[in-house]
């Protein structure tokens, strides 16, 4: 069922659950009705954000943070290994939807649900670009070397 659809159909339900212009007592059994039916209006909300959520919000790393949501701390992303730092700043574009063109990238991050062939394209938040600039100092200060 469409998603608007649904909401409106659970709203219907509730309000049906109920004769509002009859000013007598609810029995037991309306009662009944109207929490049951208040209850798929609860789940219907619960289903409505869920999908008004992005699917994925960014990979959070401990002692880092989360990639799109906070700023690295510069710190401890210098602590990271070379290897780290290299899955980190792909993870955050893989996560932006790229897609990889290395056998490396590829097999490390897969390219299932990418649509973005330019790393250039990669929308990135004012977090992901600070956070990748911070990854890629870090790799060149370290001297990392991904000659696969």
């Known amino acids: 069922m469409h998603r608007?659809?649904?909401l409106s159909s659970a709203l219907n339900l509730?309000?049906?659950s109920h004769d509002y212009s009859n000013k007598t007592t609810p029995t037991p059994e309306s009662l009944t009705a109207m929490?049951?039916?208040t209850?798929?209006?609860i789940a219907a909300l619960a289903v409505q954000i869920a999908i008004a959520m992005p699917a994925f919000a960014g990979a959070c790393y401990d002692g880092i943070g989360c990639a799109?949501?906070?700023y690295f701390?510069?710190?401890e992303v210098k602590q990271l290994s070379c290897q780290n730092l290299w899955y980190v700043r792909n993870r955050i574009y893989k996560d932006a939807g790229y897609c990889f063109k290395t056998a490396t990238g590829i097999s490390e991050m897969g390219n299932s649900g990418c649509h973005i062939n330019a790393q250039a394209a990669v929308p990135?938040?004012?977090y992901e670009r600070a956070n990748v600039g911070v990854i890629k100092s870090a790799e060149v200060a370290k001297g990392c070397?991904?000659?696969w």
């Open 124 to 126: 990135l938040n004012a």
């Open 14 to 16: 509730v309000a049906r």
């Open 39 to 41: 209850l798929i209006l």
């Open 68 to 70: 799109s949501t906070q």
């Open 145 to 147: 070397n991904y000659g």
């Open 4 to 6: 608007a659809g649904f």
């Open 73 to 75: 701390p510069t710190s």
């Open 35 to 37: 929490r049951r039916n």
